[in-house]
T-cell receptor, first 112, second 115 residues
């Protein structure tokens, strides 16, 4: 089945700097890669996603890139702000398994 | 529009007791999932369902059972609770898993402590 690895587990960046979180997946047939943000004590919520026919997608300060050949995708947050502090999860899905498999998460700390 | 609602929000069980967690969604989603979240372990899939009357095992199914008798409800059962099942449980639902739309909507979580 699909396996998703996520790095780093913890990331601290100075406010205003950029943050990058990386994920790799094992099944080359995976075709949808969402990113979820979970604030302390709250439920995970989708922040951005990318599909296998696209290499890059951007939404204001966040962007996601996908390298299908290498089977990895990354989340980029620019001009980080205090409200970006949260746990971020990557995930991968493929039609035949009907499952959404998550990475173990990255705890992002934005330092003042 | 309530989205995904979990009941209860908190529960403390004694070892060996049983309980059922209820997940209800009002978005007419076909797929529903139960995850557990432990510190440093992320979200691990327990069981999932691709439609009414169907269930399937996820990554960590042992010690849990599920039922999907109605499309809008997905029940997670613990027959004999163990301290290792202390965790935060999240239910999620998504539309039919297709190429273009598999966003998952999560419930608010259930914090379960087994003593």
């Amino acid at each position: 089945g699909e396996n998703v690895e996520q790095h780093p587990s913890t990331l601290s960046v100075q406010e205003g700097d950029s943050a990058v979180i990386k994920c790799t997946y094992s099944d080359s047939a995976s075709n949808y890669f969402p990113w979820y943000k979970q604030e302390l004590g709250k439920r995970p919520q989708l922040i951005i996603d990318i599909r296998s026919n696209v290499g890059e997608k951007k939404d204001q300060r966040i962007a996601v890139t996908l390298n299908k050949t290498a089977k990895h995708f990354s989340l980029h947050i620019t001009e980080t702000q205090p409200e970006d502090s949260a746990v971020y999860f990557c995930a991968a899905t493929l039609n035949r398994d009907d499952k959404i498999i998550f990475g173990k998460g990255t705890r992002l700390h934005i330092l003042p | 529009n309530a989205g995904v609602t979990q009941t209860p929000k908190f529960r403390v069980l004694k070892t060996g007791q049983s309980m059922t967690l209820l997940c209800a969604q009002d978005m007419n989603h076909e797929y529903m999932y139960w995850y557990r979240q432990d510190p440093g372990m992320g979200l691990r899939l327990i069981h999932y369902s691709v439609g009414e009357g169907t269930t399937a095992k996820g990554e960590v199914p042992d010690g849990y059972n599920v039922s999907r008798l109605k499309k809008q409800n997905f029940l997670l059962g613990l027959e004999s609770a163990a301290p290792s099942q202390t965790s935060v449980y999240f239910c999620a639902s998504s539309p039919v898993s297709g190429i273009w739309d598999t966003e998952a909507f999560f419930g608010q979580g259930t914090r379960l402590t087994v003593v």
